[in-house]
């Protein structure tokens, strides 16, 4: 079962600002994404290469009334824009739900445009580990990350922090290795340093 990084999520009260925050901190345009009509969410995205990449979402002011808790805990964000999750792509998702438990939901079929994945959503939005583990999807289609604009853009490192960072760690081990990925103790947040071309960039 293969588990690698998909991408970096970008949690804001409004995609406007959102992403010109984003934009700003980075230096670099986002590219329109589209709405999640299942979710009641909308998102922006940027390339960090040939498989990475980073989605700024936020909920949609014009998405109809929901009887699921949002993804990515976005019911109970507020406060500034700020990296609050991330993805990993499996290539059997009820295998890796299966290794590491239900915490981390169920499986969903989710569509935006003419892309298809599944994805595991706990039932209350709150991913395990005050949402420091990342969430699991397998496409069904090819991922976005290929067809987005080149910008120069690159993760150089995400540190994962929490209480029980080490845990998490040896959770996901035997299913997940990344050189860029790093755990470390303390309140639980999220830190990307992104290589740009005006120099790295953190994003936090």
Same mark, same amino acid.
């Given at each position: 079962?293969?588990?690698?990084?998909?991408?970096?999520?970008?949690?804001?009260?409004?995609?406007?600002?959102?992403?010109?925050?984003?934009?700003? *901190?980075?230096?670099?345009?986002?590219?329109?994404?589209?709405?999640?009509?299942?979710?009641?969410?909308?998102?922006?995205?940027?390339?960090?290469?040939?498989?990475?990449?980073?989605? /700024?979402?936020? /909920?949609?002011?014009?998405?109809?009334?929901?009887?699921? &808790?949002?993804?990515?805990?976005?019911?109970?964000?507020?406060?500034?824009?700020?990296?609050?999750?991330?993805?990993?792509?499996?290539?059997?998702?009820?295998?890796?739900?299966?290794?590491?438990?239900?915490?981390?939901?169920?499986?969903?079929?989710?569509?935006?445009?003419?892309?298809?994945?599944?994805?595991?959503?706990?039932?209350?939005?709150?991913?395990?580990?005050?949402?420091?583990?990342? &969430?699991?999807?397998?496409?069904?289609?090819?991922?976005?990350?290929? @067809?987005?604009?080149?910008?120069?853009?690159?993760? /150089?490192?995400?540190?994962?922090?929490?209480?029980?960072?080490?845990?998490?760690?040896?959770?996901?081990?035997?299913?997940?290795?990344?050189? @860029? /990925?790093?755990?470390?103790?303390?309140?639980?947040?999220?830190? &990307?340093?992104? *290589?740009?071309?005006?120099?790295?960039?953190?994003? &936090?």
């Amino acid at each position: 079962m293969d588990m690698v990084l998909d991408h970096l999520i970008v949690s804001a009260a409004d995609l406007t600002a959102g992403t010109a925050s984003v934009a700003s *901190a980075l230096g670099q345009p986002l590219q329109p994404g589209g709405q999640h009509a299942l979710f009641g969410t909308h998102n922006q995205l940027l390339s960090l290469g040939a498989e990475d990449y980073l989605e /700024v979402i936020a /909920v949609d002011p014009g998405a109809a009334p929901l009887e699921r &808790a949002r993804w990515y805990d976005l019911d109970r964000f507020g406060g500034p824009t700020r990296l609050t999750n991330w993805a990993l792509r499996v290539s059997d998702l009820d295998a890796a739900l299966a290794a590491l438990g239900p915490g981390f939901g169920a499986p969903i079929a989710v569509s935006r445009g003419d892309l298809r994945w599944r994805m595991a959503v706990p039932a209350t939005g709150v991913l395990p580990y005050d949402n420091c583990a990342p &969430a699991l999807l397998e496409w069904e289609t090819p991922p976005p990350g290929p @067809r987005l604009t080149e910008r120069g853009c690159r993760l /150089v490192e995400l540190t994962v922090c929490h209480p029980a960072a080490e845990a998490l760690s040896a959770l996901l081990a035997p299913h997940f290795t990344d050189a @860029r /990925v790093r755990f470390a103790a303390g309140m639980p947040r999220l830190i &990307a340093r992104v *290589a740009t071309p005006a120099g790295e960039r953190v994003l &936090a």
